[in-house]
Every structure is written in structure tokens, then in C-alpha cells.
């Protein structure tokens, strides 16, 4: 086959596909995970049963694949947050509060407990808390945080305290929180 051929064909599959998760992404906003079916994704992406059928074997596979593209989306969203110019705890304070808004926009139920279980979840927790732990580094260095504790442990510290945003209702909540964990990682006099 051609190049052109073969690479038309790959945009097109690429494109389907995502209109597909695209399709999801919306009937998980409108009514939760349990909205997801192959008549309503095959509808909302304006493709037949039979086309969504050759791309997806079923609604779980179809959320598997949205939910390893959310993940996706949030680590380069937190990665940014890492990269800005400034001091380690700027930044550090930038992935923290960034990650908390990750945190509130869970889903819940048995549903969303099963897709967190897959290794896309786990490889993305391992990466973030390497980024963690390079900012905590990086802040000891300069001073500005604790070095009496290795930095892979107070990157578990932040990780598992951040996630109490989940049940926060407000940014401001959020803000105190980071604020909090922060606070934590001070050097101990």
C-alpha cells in the first residue's frame, strides 16, 4: 500500500477513534459511567453499531480506553504544572493544586474503582510521584523543604493528602489544603 494510503487510513482510524472516546466523554458528563452503551456511543459519535463494533468489543473497553486518555491528559496537565519557571515550591504548589482539581472530578461507584485498577493508573501514580519527589529534591537543595526525610516518602505524604480533595467542595478548600501539605514539607528547625 502507499505511504499517503496508509497514512490516510491511520488519521482516519485515529479519528474515529476519538470521536468515539469524545462520545464517550460526553455521555459520562451527562449522566455518569452507567450512560456509557454501544447504541448510545455509536449514536453520540455518529458512526454505525457495526463501525464502533470494529474499533471496541464493548462499552468496558470503550471506557478502559477514555479513562487511560484522562489519565493521559492529566499527567501532561501536571507535567506543566512541574515545568514553570520558578522556585521547587512554586511549582511543587502548582502540581499539588493542580492534581487536587484531578481528584475532585473523580467519578465514583464500583465502576470507576474498577478502571482505576488497570496499569495505565498505576504507571501514571509511579511517574507523578517521581515528579514529586524531583521537586522535593530539588527544593532540600535550595533550602526551602525538609531533607530529614527521604523524598520518595514525603511525595507518598503529599499524594495521599491531596487526594482528601476529592470531597472538597470549593477551590478555597482546595488552596488551605495545599497549604497544609505544604506546610508539612517545611525544614524542621
Not at 480506553?65 to 499527567?75: D, G, K, S, T, Y
Not at 515550591?89 to 499539588?96: D, T, W
Request: glycine residues 8%; aromatic residues 4%.
Amino acid at each position: 500500500m502507499p505511504k499517503l494510503w496508509t497514512e490516510t487510513i491511520d488519521a482516519h482510524r485515529h479519528a474515529v477513534r476519538e470521536a468515539i472516546l469524545d462520545a464517550a466523554d460526553q455521555l459520562i458528563e451527562g449522566g455518569g459511567l452507567r450512560a456509557v452503551t454501544m447504541s448510545q456511543l455509536a449514536e453520540r459519535a455518529g458512526i454505525g453499531r457495526a463501525t464502533l463494533y470494529k474499533y471496541f468489543p464493548d462499552a468496558e473497553a470503550v471506557l478502559t480506553a477514555w479513562h487511560e486518555r484522562q489519565i493521559a491528559v492529566h499527567l501532561h496537565l501536571l507535567m506543566q504544572a512541574a515545568d514553570h519557571p520558578g522556585p521547587a515550591v512554586q511549582r511543587l504548589a502548582g502540581v499539588l493544586t493542580a492534581y487536587a482539581g484531578v481528584a475532585r472530578q473523580r467519578h465514583g461507584g464500583e465502576l470507576a474503582a474498577t478502571l482505576h485498577q488497570g496499569d495505565h493508573v498505576s504507571h501514571a501514580a509511579q511517574h507523578l510521584t517521581r515528579i514529586i519527589a524531583a521537586l522535593i529534591t530539588e527544593g532540600a537543595e535550595a533550602g526551602d523543604l525538609r531533607d530529614d526525610v527521604p523524598p520518595d516518602e514525603l511525595a507518598s505524604y503529599c499524594l495521599h493528602a491531596v487526594n482528601a480533595a476529592s470531597a472538597m467542595a470549593t477551590g478555597s478548600a482546595v488552596d488551605r489544603l495545599v497549604r497544609v501539605i505544604l506546610h508539612g514539607l517545611h525544614p524542621v528547625p
